[in-house]
């Protein structure tokens, strides 16, 4: 069965509370921001030309925008902390790999104190390695839907359900 009973929701743990309450911290916290920028937006100061500027400025409701919002910074947080936790595991896996990595990485880097984008974008083997990582263990293996009526889809019959 691909759905089941939630049964977290009927009997409320301690753990589960905690989620809920962290859950309305995040969105209480967006709802802040968007209320901020809101008035900033009405105020004709509009600041820096960003996404939530445009969806404002586009009309769409306050409360989409905090959900939708805080829905990019888990989902943002989730699939990158996976990435690179699995990107440094194929590396702990493949020394001879880590080696030549550090050694890219530490030609790009020279004596400069930082990275710049261009620097990174230059690192073949660091986009390859993450690439790799991305391709055996990826952040989001499926996404299920399901559909509620037929649907003809690139030629091919695709049944409801």
């Not at 809101?38 to 400025?57: F, K, R």
């Not at 083997?125 to 690139?154: G, H």
């Amino acid at each position: 069965m691909l759905f089941e009973l939630p049964l977290y929701m009927i009997y409320q743990t301690k753990k589960w509370k905690a989620a809920v309450k962290s859950q309305n911290e995040a969105i209480q916290g967006m709802t802040n921001i968007v209320a901020k920028r809101m008035n900033q937006v009405m105020a004709n100061d509009n600041g820096e030309n960003n996404l939530l500027t445009h969806m404002l400025q586009s009309g769409f409701d306050p409360e989409t925008i905090v959900h939708n919002s805080v829905s990019l910074t888990v989902a943002g947080v989730d699939s990158t902390s996976f990435t690179l936790l699995f990107t440094l595991y194929c590396l702990a896996k493949n020394p001879h790999m880590q080696d030549q990595l550090r050694e890219e990485i530490n030609s790009a880097w020279g004596d400069s104190k930082t990275l710049s984008m261009a620097q990174i974008n230059n690192m073949k083997l660091l986009s390859n390695c993450i690439k790799e990582a991305q391709r055996l263990y990826p952040a989001a293996p499926f996404n299920a839907r399901v559909i509620k009526q037929d649907l003809l889809l690139s030629g091919y019959q695709v049944p409801k359900g």
